[in-house]
């Protein structure tokens, strides 16, 4: 019985006060803003005022009693962020994607599309693979998975230097050959 009461007074206990410090914003705790140290006429920075220290002035800093903090801090209205600086910023390259030309090989139909932001490919992909048998979908899906992406073969080596996947020549070549066309294009 004992063990209930206490069990029961303590679930109500905590859950009393999870409600009382979650029931308004800004008012479970205080945010405190520390000042950044003052240069001296000598150049030396001098400590921020604290508690114990008195302000460059020479005045004691004023302290507030925690009730008088919370309830001015629930009070007040919050503050807005400050607006972003107005000025020159460096412009941030747009990315642009480029379409290689359709190349055609004993088994089907090739076509890359890569993305570039600036002078760099961030991706490949193919827009066209030979699909005729259960073999070409396996060979395609092999050039596909290690050319393509923005981890692939592409991105990596920022060229249409690419290594020939085996059993898959004409497919590595046809997307070379999209691809080289499309980086022309890009530069």
């Known amino acids: ?53 008195k302000t460059p002035s020479g005045s004691p800093k004023p302290t507030r009693s925690a009730a008088g903090a919370s309830r001015s801090a629930s009070s007040a209205t919050p503050k807005r962020p400050a607006a972003p600086p107005t000025g020159t910023a460096a412009a941030q390259p747009s990315a642009s994607t480029v379409v290689g030309p359709v190349v055609t090989n004993e088994f089907g139909e090739v076509q890359v599309r890569i993305t570039v932001v600036g002078d760099r490919i961030v991706n490949a992909a193919a827009l066209r693979l030979p699909r005729r048998t259960a073999q070409s979908d396996l060979r395609s899906d092999q050039v596909d998975s290690r050319y393509s992406g923005t981890v692939g073969m592409v991105v990596e080596r920022q060229s249409a230097d690419l290594d020939t996947i085996t059993g898959a020549t004409a497919t590595s070549d046809s997307y070379r050959g999209s691809l080289q066309a499309a980086i022309d294009q890009a530069r």
Do not use: H, N, W, Y
């Open 1 to 53: 019985m004992r063990r209930a009461f206490l069990a029961i007074t303590g679930l109500a206990a905590s859950t009393t006060a999870l409600v009382v410090f979650k029931a308004a914003p800004g008012t479970g705790q205080l945010a405190r803003e520390v000042p950044a140290p003052a240069p001296t006429a000598a150049g030396k920075a001098e400590p921020a005022a604290g508690p114990d220290r």
